[in-house]
Every structure is written in C-alpha cells, then in structure tokens.
C-alpha cells in the first residue's frame, strides 16, 4: 500500500460508526483528503447499530461535560441533518417516571441539571398528567422532554457516508488496523498485514480505540485510558404497543435503566441492562427475564407474562469500571498527549450517536488546530 511519497495519505479515520462517519464528514467538508477505514464488512456494525436509537435531549449529564456540551449541540445539529437528507425519524417525546416518592428528589434533580445544559422544553408532569399522555403508566410524578426522539441508525449512518464521499472522502471496508507507529512526523499502519501511512490521524474505534492507541509510543507520561466494556441485553414486546412516546424509569449505575423505546416501524424495545464482561462478546444469556419482567413492571404494571422476548444485545465502552462513577467522554488531542497530528476518542457511548455531528466538529477542530500550530 505504500506509493513511494512522504506519506501515502493525508489523513485516515479509524472507525465506520456514527461517530468515525461524522468526524470523516466534517474533515473531507473542510477540504482535507480523508480515507476512512472500518474492520468490518458494513458500515456501524458495533455500538452504532446495537442501541435504543434515542435522539437524547441532554439530560443526565453533568454540567460543562463534554457529554452534556455535545449532546445538546449534536441533537440541534442532527434534526435539520436527518430532515434534508430524508432520513427516517420521529420527535415522539419521552416520559422520564419517578415510581416512588424516595425517587422524587433524584428527578428534580435531573430537571435541574437538564436546565444547565440548555434543555429549556422540560415539562414537569403530575402522575394524572402523565397517565393522560401514557395511560397504562403507574407512576408519582413525571418530567416530559419533547425533543426526544428516535432515528433510523443505519440510514443515518448511510447519510454521512454519502456526504463525506460527496465531499472526497474514500470509505474503505474489510481494512482492520493492527499495528500503529509514529516516525519522522508520519503515523504507520498495519493495516490486514500491510503497510500504509498518514500526516494525520483519528482513533474512532469505539471498542477498539484502547487497544489501537496501546500500541502507539508517546511522549512524556501519557497513557491511553482503559475500555471496559458494559454489555446490555433488549427485549422486545410481542404484539402491539400501547405508548406512543419513549418512557425512561430513574437511571441505574452504568446505565439508563430499563426504558421503553420504539422504532420507526412502532415496535417496542426494552432495555438494556448491563453486565460487565472481560471481552467482546454479543452472546444473549435469557437468565435476567425475569429481572426485566420486574423492572418494567415498577411503571408499566399491565404488562403480561410471555409478552417479551429476547431482541439482541449491544455493549457500550466505558471509562469507568463497575462501581465507579460514571465517566466522560475522552476526546484526545497533541495538547492532551503531545503527538502531533493525533485525535483519539475514548468512551464514546451514549449520547454518542445524538452527539455524533457536534463531536465529528469538535474532533476536526483540533485537528485544524494542530495545522495551524
């Protein structure tokens, strides 16, 4: 793959998810030359594809984080995108449902928050209220976030790809990078057993991010942060849904909790919980049915024996082991890890897919901002 010049390619994205599509979108709109490589045979195998497909408001995330900053950026940015390019989605609302009075200051809390990262729709919702909107919901009190809603991932995914190569870039699939190098102000990659080179770099992985950047050397004390690796299990509703909007308990350590979602085509989806697991592993273990039968249950009381069954599961990676709290995304730049040319991106979950737009903006930027150094 070498051709002989100083560098074969000006810069290469790793990673074909919603979030390496999106950095490689705004980079090739800048006027760079961008490859993007993806290991598998599609385009959003991984994380991308094996989640509830929410567009998030912005509400549970810490004021200031990155998380918070980029979800409400991303969700501005990702409703005008999927309406010009005809990608199929619904602004349903979602329910966030405080089941018992102990859970009433935990969700005026998240309304609190939600308010400090610019959410300004937020309606507060007494249990009569909400059950006007969702009949079949038991709960105590409820916050109502309008600007949720859901998309389809997977032509969303194709609309960025379809944008990027518009504007240049080249996607090329089956290319696993194996091995990265620094030299001489170039990156080399191992890529299936071959060699090729770049003056620019970006780490979109997602799963893989941890290990790729574990082969680099770099400079001073910088070392790639940890992946874990939290898997979630869906079920989904035989028959007909009685909600019409997404319908989200109080959240769990590591998770969302066991929430109500539907997709384009009305189906309804539950999930995911979490377990946490040594290494990538999407088998589906039915042993927590019951403990989704009970979760669900604490707000949706109706919901009859026999009425799920198993759906798949995705796995999120995370910067925090179980137990510890919740992390934030990790969006490494030169200034970060003093390499020159390099941008990685480390637990990139949820809201990663309604961020994907403002964090493919802000990953460009600093990669402007090294050239212009």
Request: aromatic share 6%; glycine share 12%; charged share 20%.
């Amino acid at each position: 793959m070498t051709s002989g010049r100083a560098a074969d390619l000006e810069t290469v994205v790793v990673g074909g998810g919603a979030v390496g599509l999106a950095i490689g979108r705004a980079l090739a709109m800048a006027g760079q030359e961008v490859v993007l490589l993806e290991q598998h045979d599609g385009l959003g195998r991984e994380t991308s594809s094996r989640n509830s497909g929410v567009i998030h408001a912005g509400l549970y995330y810490p004021p200031g984080s990155l998380q918070a900053r980029l979800c409400v950026a991303g969700k501005h940015l990702l409703y005008p995108f999927l309406a010009e390019h005809g990608v199929p989605h619904r602004r349903l609302g979602k329910l966030l449902v405080a089941c018992s009075e102990a859970e009433l200051p935990e969700l005026a809390n998240y309304a609190k928050r939600a308010g400090e990262n610019g959410v300004d729709d937020l309606q507060s919702l007494t249990a009569a209220e909400a059950r006007v909107l969702e009949p079949e919901i038991e709960c105590v009190a409820a916050l109502l976030s309008p600007s949720t809603g859901i998309l389809d991932a997977p032509a969303y995914m194709l609309a960025l790809a379809g944008e990027a190569e518009a504007h240049g870039a080249q996607i090329i699939l089956k290319s696993r990078v194996e091995q990265i190098e620094a030299a001489d102000g170039l990156f080399r990659l191992t890529v299936a057993g071959e060699p090729l080179t770049c003056r620019r770099l970006v780490l979109a992985a997602g799963l893989h991010t941890s290990r790729l950047a574990r082969t680099l050397a770099f400079p001073g004390n910088y070392t790639p942060p940890e992946t874990w690796y939290a898997r979630g299990r869906y079920y989904s509703l035989r028959g007909r849904t009685p909600f019409s909007r997404l319908v989200y308990p109080m959240p769990v350590p590591g998770g969302s909790g066991t929430h109500i979602t539907l997709d384009m085509a009305g189906r309804a989806k539950f999930g995911p919980d979490v377990q946490w697991i040594e290494a990538i592993d999407y088998s589906f273990d039915a042993s927590a049915e019951g403990d989704f039968y009970r979760a669900i249950r604490r707000y949706w009381p109706n919901l009859s024996d026999g009425a799920l069954q198993p759906e798949g599961t995705g796995i999120r990676p995370k910067l925090s082991r179980q137990g510890e709290p919740a992390a934030d995304f990790a969006v490494h730049g030169p200034e970060t890890h003093r390499r020159d040319g390099l941008v990685m991106l480390f637990g990139i979950e949820s809201p990663g897919l309604t961020a994907s737009l403002a964090i493919g903006n802000h990953a460009a930027g600093l990669l402007a901002a090294c050239q212009s150094a």
